[in-house]
């Protein structure tokens, strides 16, 4: 399995951010799939998280509102649209796959990107 996020970078509050998650290697349509973040000196954070098939999404409280998962069977990949950013979201953001357990616990998903970095200026 291999995951690849894209579209981290440095913007300014209240700007918005889109990132993406190419995956190879497993049966994409039927997996759930995350978001995750990791801001320095922090333990990895649930974000957000899509289900197989038609794609149900949840989201960590502090997004709900401003960020947006979403998925392309076709083209394998999940997406984070972020708006409304704040410096509090700041963080090194992770792709991931799920493999059982709560879906809001980062040892419950088992393949993980290599992170793409959001940083947002006040």
């Known amino acids: 399995v291999q995951l690849v996020e894209s579209g981290g970078g440095l913007v300014q509050a209240g700007d918005s951010l889109r990132l993406s998650c190419a995956a190879s290697g497993l049966t994409f349509s039927i997996a759930r799939m995350g978001w995750f973040r990791q801001a320095p000196g922090k333990e990895r954070e649930f974000v957000a998280t899509i289900s197989g098939g038609y794609g149900y999404p949840v989201y960590a409280d502090v997004v709900k509102g401003r960020f947006t998962i979403s998925r392309d069977n076709a083209k394998n990949a999940v997406y984070l649209q972020m708006n409304s950013l704040e410096p509090e979201d700041t963080a090194v953001y992770y792709c991931?796959?799920?493999?059982?357990?709560?879906?809001?616990?980062?040892?419950?998903?088992?393949?993980w990107g290599q992170g793409t970095q959001v940083t947002v200026s006040s």
């Open positions: 991931c796959s799920y493999s059982s357990g709560t879906v809001y616990q980062a040892k419950s998903y088992d393949h």
